[in-house]
């Protein structure tokens, strides 16, 4: 089936540092793939996506690039803030397009 | 509305009563999840609601769970005799279309925290 696996946390950087949080995918079909972002307290929203292999999703400056040779989809930021403090979730789509596969989440903290 | 609107925003239940999770999409988005967050365990897709269509339940753990939407709009979920495993957080997102909804990302609501006592 489908799944998704994304590196488990805790992340713990200082301001400014560099952030990857790895993401694979199965590779069934040909979904899309999504980063969420939850903020305490609050539901998820969607931080970007990318619906092709190849494609680059980017926002806020986090961006992910959607690598169907090594089943991927890797968050990266240049330059972390504390508020960027959050839990993060990989996605995928189904074979019928409409269910997302979460992974379990990957808990963020930038100290200042 | 605005965004998807979830209540309660928290409910403490005591073990084996009936509860209900009001969900109430954004106005003109056809198609409704309902997913539950545990800790630790990521999110669990439970049921889809599309249009008129017959909903997808393959995600709903027992019996006990049951959802219904009136009107293709509001969505309750009921859990029937509640239990300490069913204690998580509940979210319902909606879409524009459910067979390019994934394409366009869900809108999620903030959720209810159930904790069954």
């Known amino acids: 089936g489908n799944s998704v696996t994304q590196m488990e946390g805790p992340v713990t950087l200082s301001e400014e540092a560099f952030l990857t949080i790895n993401c694979t995918y199965t590779a069934t079909g040909y979904p899309s793939l999504f980063w969420y972002v939850q903020y305490p307290g609050e539901g998820l929203q969607l931080l970007l996506k990318?619906?092709?292999?190849?494609d680059k999703g980017s926002n806020k400056g986090f961006e992910a690039t959607y690598r169907k040779e090594t089943t991927s989809f890797h968050l990266e930021k240049g330059s972390v803030q504390v508020s960027d403090s959050a839990v993060y979730f990989c996605?995928?789509?189904?074979?019928?397009?409409?269910?997302?596969?979460f992974g379990k989440g990957t808990l963020l903290t930038v100290n200042p | 509305g605005a965004g998807v609107s979830q209540s309660p925003s928290n409910k403490v239940t005591e073990k084996g009563k009936d509860v209900e999770l009001r969900c109430d999409p954004i106005?003109?988005?056809?198609?409704l999840y309902w997913y539950r967050q545990s800790l630790g365990q990521g999110l669990e897709f439970l049921i889809y609601?599309?249009?008129?269509?017959?909903?997808?339940k393959s995600g709903l753990p027992s019996d006990r769970f049951s959802a219904e939407r009136t009107g293709g709009s509001v969505s309750t979920l009921t859990i029937q005799r509640t239990q300490q495993e069913d204690s998580a957080v509940y979210l319902c997102?909606?879409?524009?279309?459910?067979?390019?909804?994934?394409?366009?990302?869900?809108?999620f609501g903030s959720g209810t925290r159930l904790t069954v006592v």
């Open positions: 996605a995928r789509s189904g074979g019928s397009n409409y269910k997302l596969t």
């Open positions: 997102a909606s879409s524009l279309a459910g067979g390019q909804g994934s394409e366009y990302g869900y809108t």
């Open positions: 106005s003109g988005h056809t198609a």
């Open positions: 609601f599309q249009g008129n269509s017959a909903p997808d």
């Open positions: 990318a619906t092709k292999a190849d």
